[in-house]
């Protein structure tokens, strides 16, 4: 089945640095993937579509210039959280259509901790 | 995209059938219903998938009636590690890999020994 590698799993930062994490789609090509975030005890909260070759489209409320999303190739997409504060600390999830009409696959998730 | 509504959490014990209900009155004619499972600290997790009727895997059953206004899914003889968040969501059939999924709140589901 299809499967996505998010790294790393966990990390802390101190505020005022910058995170990258990476999703990838390992057996399959993926065009698009999406950015959740969660926090404790809520629901997932799409951030972000990642779109292969071409610019990231935001949702409503995120801010672009702190998210950075680069979706170079098929099968990457990273997440760069900027200027990391406290606020930031979240659980990311990434997420990504297998192919042909194969379910969303998610990532196992990135937990960020920034002090 | 279709609104879904499900209990907040549910309880249960050990070798119970569990049934989670979902609505989703404004499902449209090319949505499938797919529910998936989340354990603390991980991704969502795919559980089952249906359109119409009632649909079986190795791990749940799910049952959509004739109005697919809402689905229930089915967990026969539930352990503690099914202790976990559960989420109903519709998506369209054959809208390619950039539909976006929404999620709701869930129903967290507790098992008890």
């Known amino acids: 089945g299809a499967v996505v590698s998010q790294h790393p799993s966990r990390v802390i930062c101190k505020s005022g640095t910058s995170v990258k994490i990476e999703c990838r789609s390992l057996d399959f090509q993926a065009t698009t993937m999406f950015w959740y975030r969660q926090f404790p005890k809520q629901s997932l909260m799409l951030m972000a579509t990642s779109n292969e070759g071409s610019k990231a489209t935001y949702e409503q409320g995120v801010e672009k210039d702190k998210f950075l999303i680069n979706h170079a190739s098929l099968t990457l997409s990273t997440l760069t959280v900027t200027s990391a504060h406290p606020e930031d600390s979240s659980f990311y999830i990434c997420?990504?259509?297998?192919?042909?009409?194969?379910?969303?696959?998610f990532g196992s998730g990135t937990r960020l901790t920034v002090v | 995209l279709a609104k879904t509504t499900q209990p907040i959490s549910m309880d249960s014990y050990e070798g119970q059938e569990v049934n989670i209900t979902c609505s989703h009155n404004n499902i449209a004619t090319n949505d499938y219903i797919t529910w998936y499972q989340q354990f603390p600290s991980q991704g969502p997790r795919f559980i089952i998938q249906g359109y119409k009727t009632k649909v079986t895997n190795e791990v749940a059953s799910l049952f959509i009636p004739a109005d697919r206004k809402s689905s229930t899914l089915s967990l026969p003889r539930v352990s503690l590690s099914d202790t976990a968040v559960y989420y109903c969501?519709?998506?369209?059939?054959?809208?390619?890999?950039?539909?976006?999924?929404?999620f709701g709140t869930g129903t967290l589901l507790a098992v008890q020994p």
């Open positions: 969501l519709v998506q369209p059939t054959f809208g390619g890999a950039t539909n976006k999924l929404i």
């Open positions: 997420s990504a259509r297998g192919p042909e009409n194969y379910g969303y696959t």
